[in-house]
């Protein structure tokens, strides 16, 4: 599965994806994530170059209608979109024309691309929408707005999903696209060390212990339930599922 990432702000994301499960994922091959600044794709009239030789990039403006705030402008993240569709398609070109030099060359299935705008107004983004993109589609492009939005004409012309994680309003997209990934990366075979350890596939209660048995704290002692020592996995399914 490949991610695409397009942001103002991608070393938001390089904690994140180094450590734990998604850090592995990335070293195994199992998942990729690719990132697409739009200032680096603006074109030349939204750039201003300085006598020191640094250059200021105009990625936002005031919004027609008035209010508060400024508005990412359209030209950057149409820019940096049609620069990861790009990159998608030269990877796969790449790879068939390997392939079409092999003694037996095997048929291989073209990119599926998934556009996915976040804000709040958009569908919530659950379990399902996630295996739905993992089973589906090959890449998916993230565009992560910050300030008061992006300009509304990306959303008409790349009819990206409108999603949302939460009734909240957060500073940009970039936290949302990490839940996204970390999800969506759950559901692809390998990244977890067994697959039917996905909360979503087995019977999970929202309560777990470990050592020791028994915990003292302040002098009183907190227990492990007793079915969950007996051994009996019909007993403790059941506890499970009663949602203890």
């Given at each position: 599965?490949?991610?695409h990432?397009?942001?103002?702000?991608?070393?938001?994301?390089?904690?994140?994806?180094?450590?734990?499960?998604?850090?592995r994922a990335?070293?195994?091959?199992?998942?990729?994530?690719?990132?697409?600044d739009?200032?680096?794709?603006?074109?030349?009239?939204?750039?201003?170059?300085?006598?020191?030789?640094n250059v200021?990039?105009?990625?936002?403006?005031?919004?027609?209608?008035?209010?508060p705030?400024?508005v990412?402008?359209?030209?950057?993240?149409?820019?940096?979109?049609?620069?990861?569709?790009?990159?998608?398609?030269?990877?796969?070109?790449k790879?068939?024309a390997?392939?079409?030099?092999?003694a037996?060359?095997?048929?291989?299935?073209?990119p599926?691309?998934?556009?996915?705008?976040?804000?709040?107004?958009?569908?919530?983004?659950?379990?399902?929408?996630?295996?739905?993109?993992?089973?589906?589609?090959?890449?998916?492009?993230?565009?992560?707005g910050r300030?008061?939005?992006?300009?509304?004409?990306v959303?008409?012309?790349?009819?990206?999903?409108?999603?949302?994680?939460?009734?909240y309003?957060?500073?940009?997209?970039?936290?949302?696209?990490?839940?996204c990934i970390?999800?969506?990366?759950?559901?692809?075979?390998?990244?977890?060390?067994n697959?039917?350890s996905?909360?979503?596939?087995?019977?999970?209660?929202?309560?777990?212990?470990?050592?020791?048995?028994?915990?003292?704290?302040?002098?009183?002692?907190?227990?492990?339930?007793?079915?969950?020592?007996?051994?009996?996995?019909?007993?403790?399914?059941?506890?499970?599922k009663?949602g203890?």
């Amino acid at each position: 599965m490949k991610f695409h990432v397009v942001t103002l702000f991608p070393e938001s994301f390089d904690s994140y994806l180094k450590e734990s499960i998604i850090g592995r994922a990335i070293s195994q091959k199992l998942i990729s994530v690719a990132f697409y600044d739009p200032r680096k794709y603006a074109p030349k009239e939204l750039k201003k170059k300085w006598p020191d030789g640094n250059v200021t990039v105009y990625a936002d403006g005031r919004p027609f209608g008035g209010g508060p705030g400024m508005v990412l402008r359209a030209e950057p993240y149409i820019a940096a979109i049609e620069k990861a569709i790009e990159t998608i398609q030269k990877e796969f070109e790449k790879l068939d024309a390997k392939n079409k030099k092999l003694a037996k060359p095997k048929k291989l299935a073209k990119p599926k691309i998934k556009l996915v705008y976040f804000s709040p107004a958009g569908e919530k983004f659950t379990t399902a929408y996630a295996k739905n993109a993992v089973t589906t589609f090959t890449d998916v492009i993230f565009i992560c707005g910050r300030y008061e939005g992006i300009d509304a004409r990306v959303q008409e012309i790349f009819k990206a999903d409108d999603i949302s994680i939460g009734d909240y309003v957060l500073t940009g997209g970039e936290l949302p696209a990490m839940v996204c990934i970390d999800c969506m990366a759950r559901q692809v075979s390998g990244v977890l060390g067994n697959f039917d350890s996905r909360e979503e596939e087995r019977i999970s209660s929202s309560k777990v212990y470990t050592r020791p048995e028994v915990l003292i704290h302040k002098k009183k002692k907190h227990t492990v339930p007793d079915v969950l020592l007996s051994g009996n996995p019909k007993l403790i399914d059941e506890w499970k599922k009663n949602g203890n």
